[in-house]
Structures are given as C-alpha cells and as structure tokens.
Nanobody
Framework: QVQLVESGGGLVQAGGSLRLSCVAS????????MAWFRQAPGKEREFVAAISWSIYYSETVKGRFTMSRDNAKSTVYLQMNSLKPEDTAVYYC??????????????????WGQGTQVTVSS
C-alpha cells in the first residue's frame, strides 16, 4: 500500500523557517513526480512546488521555498524560509506515477499524505 507521511510542520514567527519532509513507501520512488500543495481554511488546495526532471514553484513561494528529493531515502523536502502569515495552511505531499506537465493540478496526482499543519504568526 502506497503511503506518504509528512512531518516537520509547526508554529513559527513571521520571517522564520521550517523544513517539511515527506517519506514515501513507493517501490520506484525515483520515477515519481512529487509535489507539495497546501490548503488554508476555506480555500482550495493550492500548488506550492513540484519536482521531476525539473523543479517548479508557484509564484507566491518562488525565492523563499526550496524543494528537493533524496531518492536513496525515498524522501522529498520543502525548505521554507522567510515565512509569512499567509503561508499558514495544511501542507500536503503528493505523488504521480506517470509524470505530468500539469504539475500544478491536484487532480493529476495518484496519492496524498495526511498533511502537516504550518502556522505562521505575525
């Protein structure tokens, strides 16, 4: 059974940093396109970053967040710097087995983690 388990969320002051991790139980992890999405209360799920052969970022996080992967550990990371109160959300890890050019569309991903809460205080 495919599992994605996120960790690393928490409460941080504006301007601070957090690093999220997502460990995947995927047999061929290196072939999967991985992504981070987030969802704030009352809002739709929003694309944050994706990694396959390239790394893609939303305009709202570009320059502040960095996504990376360690295939040997079947893990992806999201380093979040210069956090803002508007970054407050539940952050989800997602995996896509086929790879997609529609990397920002949540409906293109096969499986999801349970999410980790990130709260940025002002």
């Amino acid at each position: 059974q495919v599992q994605l388990v996120e960790s690393g969320g928490g409460l941080v002051q504006a301007g601070g940093s957090l690093r999220l991790s997502c460990v995947a139980s995927l047999r061929t992890f290196s072939s999967y396109q991985m992504a981070w999405f987030r969802q704030a209360p009352g809002k739709e799920r929003e694309f944050v970053a994706a990694i396959s052969w390239s790394i893609y970022y939303s305009e709202t996080v570009k320059g502040r967040f960095t996504m990376s992967r360690d295939n040997a550990k079947s893990t992806v990371y999201l380093q979040m710097n210069s956090l803002k109160p508007e970054d407050t959300a539940v952050y989800y890890c997602a995996a896509d087995s086929g790879g997609t050019i529609y990397y920002a569309r949540p409906d293109k991903y096969d499986c999801w983690g349970q999410g980790t809460q990130v709260t940025v205080s002002s």
